[in-house]
Structures are given as C-alpha cells and as structure tokens.
C-alpha cells in the first residue's frame, strides 16, 4: 500500500490520523522520512519494506 494524498505535502515529512469506524480506536503517526519508493524502468513506484510495516501497525493498531 502506497500513500499518496495528491494535495501539497512537504517533502521528507508526513502525518496520519486514524479513527477506527466505531470511534473506539485512533492512532496518529509521523514520519521524518516519506517517498522511500523507488522507480522502476517505467516509472512505477515500488514497495518498500516500510511500506509492509505501516501496514502491520496499522493493522495492529486498529
């Protein structure tokens, strides 16, 4: 899972708030590095082990 917002970030930081459905659980993250993925021959982002841990947290924390 890759994200992108597509509005104007600031290059090398990122915030996330997340509130689970039932309002039970929320979590926020920071990250001082973001855009980790690297291009492929046709430009297409890959994944990165990073983006395999996020997920489990996120996961995990919801």
Do not use: F
């Amino acid at each position: 899972m890759l994200w992108r917002t597509g509005s104007p970030t600031v290059w090398g930081a990122e915030t996330l708030s997340l509130t689970r459905a039932d309002g039970k659980r929320q979590m926020s993250v920071a990250m001082n590095l973001v855009r980790w993925n690297t291009l492929d021959s046709g430009g297409k982002s890959q994944c990165h082990p990073i983006d395999d841990a996020l997920k489990a947290l996120y996961r995990q924390a919801l």
